[in-house]
C-alpha cells in the first residue's frame, strides 16, 4: 500500500508541476490580449481566492486563527501581489523561459532568510547544494540572447530575480501558517488580501474572450488545481521526495515556451537552467538523507 500511495504522490506531484509550468506561457497568451501584467496578476489572486474560498466553505474547514491574520495578510501582500506581479512582468520582458529559470533562485533567498529569520544552520554542508542554483542564475545573467525573445535585459533580470525573492515567503512567511490552519483558509486569505494590493496599480479594460479564456485558466488549472495537486501528493510523500518531483516545473515551463512561443535558449542559458534544477534536486536529495530537522516545506505561487 505504501509503494502504490507513493506512485499516485508523485503522479500528483507531476500535475502540480504541469499546472504550474504553464502560468508563464497562459499568462503570456493573456498579456498578447492586451491584458496589463499587473490585471493578470489581479484577476488571478481574485478568482483563486474565489475558488479558496468557496473550498473552505464546502469543506467546512476552521475559520483563520485570529493571531495569524496579519501574518496571512502579508504573505498575501509579498508572497501573492508582488509574486504575481514580478513573474509576469519577467515574462513580458524577457520571456518565460528566463522568467522561470530566475524563479527558481527561490532556494538561495530561503536558505538566507531560513538563517536570518529562523535561525537555521547554513554551514558547508547545507550551503554547498546551493551553489549550483547561484552559478545556474549567473549563467543565466551573462547569457548574450534568448531566441525569439530578443535580449536578456536588466528589467528582466530585475523582475526574475525578485519574483524568486517573494517566491520564497511561501516557505519563510508560510510555514508557520499552514502548519496551523487549513490551506485552504490561508490561500484565501492571502489571495483577496493580494488581489486587493494589486488595485492601485491596476487599469482595468475590456477583455477579449480568449483573454478572458486565459485568465480562467490561470485561476482554476494553474492556481487552485495546483494547489490541490501538491497537497494531496505531499500527503503521500516525504516533503524531500515532493521538492525532487516538483523541480520539474522549469523543465515543463522550458518546453512550453518552445512549444507555443518558440522561446529557444542560448546555449549559456540553457547551461544555465539545467544548472538551477541541478541544485534544487541536490538540495532535495541532501534533505531526505538529513533528518526530519531538514525537511523542506515547497514555496510556490
Request: hydrophobic share 55%.
Amino acid at each position: 500500500m505504501r509503494v502504490r500511495a507513493e506512485i499516485v504522490g508523485r503522479w500528483f506531484m507531476v500535475l502540480a508541476a504541469l499546472q504550474w509550468g504553464l502560468i508563464g506561457v497562459v499568462g503570456r497568451v493573456a498579456m498578447a490580449e492586451s491584458i496589463a501584467p499587473s490585471a493578470v496578476a489581479f484577476w488571478r489572486a481574485a478568482l483563486g481566492a474565489l475558488w479558496f474560498g468557496l473550498h473552505a466553505w464546502l469543506s467546512q474547514a476552521a475559520p483563520l486563527r485570529p493571531e495569524d491574520r496579519l501574518r496571512a495578510m502579508s504573505l498575501g501582500v509579498g508572497g501573492v501581489a508582488l509574486m504575481y506581479l514580478a513573474y509576469l512582468n519577467s515574462v513580458q520582458e524577457g520571456g518565460v523561459a528566463i522568467a522561470s529559470i530566475l524563479l527558481y533562485s527561490a532556494p538561495l533567498w530561503v536558505a538566507v532568510g531560513g538563517w536570518l529569520g529562523w535561525g537555521e544552520p547554513l554551514g558547508f554542508g547545507a550551503a554547498l547544494p546551493l551553489a549550483p542554483t547561484l552559478l545556474g542564475v549567473v549563467l543565466v545573467a551573462m547569457a548574450p540572447g534568448v531566441g525569439g525573445v530578443s535580449h536578456l535585459n536588466g528589467r528582466a533580470l530585475g523582475w526574475g530575480l525578485l519574483s524568486g525573492l517573494t517566491y520564497a515567503l511561501y516557505y519563510l512567511m508560510g510555514r508557520p501558517l499552514f502548519a496551523r490552519n487549513a490551506p485552504s483558509r490561508v490561500l484565501a486569505w492571502s489571495l483577496a488580501v493580494g488581489a486587493v494590493a494589486l488595485v492601485p496599480f491596476t487599469t482595468f479594460g475590456a477583455v477579449s474572450v480568449r483573454g478572458g479564456a486565459a485568465l480562467v485558466f490561470l485561476s482554476v488549472f494553474c492556481t487552485f488545481g495546483a494547489y490541490l495537486s501538491y497537497a494531496h501528493g505531499l500527503q503521500r510523500l516525504h516533503p524531500a521526495q515532493a521538492a525532487t518531483t516538483a523541480a520539474l516545473e522549469p523543465v515543463v515551463a522550458l518546453l512550453s515556451a518552445y512549444a507555443f512561443w518558440g522561446e529557444v535558449l542560448t546555449p549559456w542559458a540553457l547551461l544555465g537552467a539545467l544548472t538551477v534544477v541541478a541544485g534544487v534536486l541536490w538540495s532535495a536529495r541532501r534533505a531526505a538523507t538529513s533528518g526530519p530537522g531538514m525537511e523542506p516545506a515547497s514555496p510556490h505561487v
